[in-house]
């Protein structure tokens, strides 16, 4: 290559105006021939642009491998999700179906109402009674509201350290 060709070769690669067959065309000119004196610091400025490219486009292919194969190793776990997600369903469609025979015996039922208590003791008694049921019924309530905020935590903390993971990736 003729040294005036290859200077505005080299000014057009500085330039950024190269296609990407003509930079690697001056690349492997540069490799195999000898260029004059005063261009051979633009020759090893290139060439080692050229290495440090081609080592981060390897490094980053092994990086992309390596994921690729760890998201198939996951692809493995929706046939238990799937599963998982079949049995909360049938849970579910269980639990309507005991709620609505539990609702409907409890409507059918014939009640008999009950008068105001004669005697204030019979009173007292049963007002404890209803408020013991009340103060048992809210307890267990609790505890279900308690395991459920609980459970919260721990999907807020897992879906936090995925997007965690997800942005390391975008990063990279």
Not at 53 to 58: G, Q
Request: proline share 3%; aromatic share 4%.
């Amino acid at each position: 290559m003729d040294a005036k060709i290859l200077e505005q070769q080299i000014e057009r690669y500085f330039d950024a105006a190269l296609s990407a067959d003509e930079e690697r065309e001056l690349v492997r000119w540069l490799t195999a021939s000898e260029v004059p004196e005063h261009l051979e610091h633009d020759k090893q400025v290139i060439l080692a642009l050229h290495d440090t490219a081609a080592s981060d486009h390897t490094e980053a292919m092994e990086r992309l491998s390596r994921k690729i194969d760890a998201w198939e190793t996951e692809e493995h776990r929706p046939i238990r999700r799937a599963l998982t997600v079949r049995l909360w369903k049938a849970a579910s469609v269980a639990a309507c179906a005991v709620l609505v025979v539990g609702l409907s015996l409890q409507l059918l039922r014939p009640s008999t109402p009950r008068d105001t208590f004669d005697n204030p003791e019979d009173a007292y008694t049963a007002t404890c009674e209803a408020l013991l049921a009340l103060s048992s019924a809210l307890n267990k309530g609790t505890e279900y509201v308690g395991m459920a905020m609980e459970t919260g935590g721990k999907v807020e903390r897992s879906v936090n350290h995925q997007l965690e993971i997800l942005k390391g990736l975008n990063n990279n």
